[in-house]
């Protein structure tokens, strides 16, 4: 038996034991395995599961990670996916948190072309503002890709997975920080230096994102001048090549401002939300329009914050960010 099926099989045996019955394989990484599951007792109340073998190693990990992630969730924001509670068992950690009914925005892009500008603004912008509600509560996230960001009801982005997220005030000072792993491809350069700050690697990971959306994938294998794919669009060898020479001038100078090398002269969340504001959307030749969900930025479902309660937002606030 694969240890992915053992997993599975592990956690359908401690089913009984759970406040919540398995429905299905959402899907698995390094860490483990996501599960659907719902609740035995509020009919229709589904949650996903995060499943971590219980060793001594990553107890600590996952503390930290649930700490940081019930933090965050006391104040909620509808870009930061809610998480409820944490269980553990002999064999699993459970992390239970929201569901997000479509997915991760990996899964949205269509299969062989970039998604339409329009609609990579339309998630960019909800990225920013996640990313300042989790920047202004003291955390930085240090993992953001398209696989950790979901998508719910209404086209709702909800950056999840807090696995390699960690503090970076402490009384008041920011301070800096070593490098603990996250995604290579994603990265910002100076993860290499022995010491570096916060905030500025998740602006360049929703960069980073950003790209991988307007492109098909377009990427490099790390933020290195050695790499030339890396090398090539910080020089602009690359702008007059397909699919660089199809992008809006203005996106694409937005981009290169955010991935620069230089994290002073990198963009701040605040400076990125102005300067996307000047963009106009306008779709390019080789772009598709949203063929998955129609669903407008001011319409959105109510989303679960409590096995008791649907909290709903406000009838005045009905805005993205």
């Known amino acids: 038996m694969s240890s992915t099926n053992s997993i599975t099989a592990l956690a359908q045996y401690e089913n009984g034991l759970m406040p919540y019955q398995l429905i299905t394989k959402l899907g698995r990484g390094g860490f483990g395995e996501v599960h659907l599951m719902e609740s035995r007792l509020v009919h229709g ?17 996952v503390q930290k990670e649930y700490n940081i992630h019930k933090e965050l969730s006391k104040h909620g924001h509808m870009n930061v996916i809610h998480i409820f509670d944490m269980q553990e068992t002999p064999t699993f950690y459970y992390l239970f948190m929201e569901f997000a009914d479509y997915g991760t925005l ?19 912008k909800q990225l920013i503002a996640g990313l300042k509600f989790i920047h202004s509560q003291g955390v930085v996230h240090r993992d953001i890709k398209p696989k950790n960001l979901l998508i719910g009801s209404g086209d709702i982005l909800k950056i999840c997975d807090f696995g390699h997220a ?101 963009l701040s969340l605040e400076e990125i939300e102005r300067n996307r504001s000047d963009i106009p959307i306008t779709e390019k030749d080789g772009c598709v329009r949203s ?7 001011n319409t959105y479902a109510g989303i679960y914050f409590s096995a008791s309660e649907i909290v709903r937002p406000d009838d005045n606030n009905d805005n993205i960010a």
């Not at 109340?45 to 600590?60: D, H, I, M, P, T």
Request: aromatic share 8%.
């Open 166 to 266: 960690t503090t970076y005030m402490q009384s008041g000072l920011e301070i800096l920080l070593v490098h603990e792993g996250g995604t290579a491809k994603f990265e910002a350069p100076e993860v290499c230096e022995p010491w570096h700050r916060g905030p500025p690697l998740d602006v360049w990971s929703a960069g980073v994102s950003l790209m991988v959306l307007l492109t098909k994938g377009a990427s490099w294998d790390s933020a290195h001048l050695a790499c030339p794919e890396y090398r090539n669009l910080i020089e602009g060898k690359c702008l007059k090549k397909s699919p660089w020479n199809r992008m809006n001038k203005m996106l694409l100078d937005l981009l290169r401002k955010i991935l620069t090398a230089d994290v002073d002269k990198r």
């Open 45 to 61: 109340f589904r949650v996903a599961a995060k499943l971590q073998l219980v060793s001594e190693s990553n107890r600590s990990a």
């Open 106 to 124: 990996s899964e949205r892009l269509p299969p062989c072309i970039p998604m339409s500008p329009e609609m990579a603004q339309m998630y960019f």
């Open 291 to 297: 063929i998955y969900c129609d669903a407008h930025l």
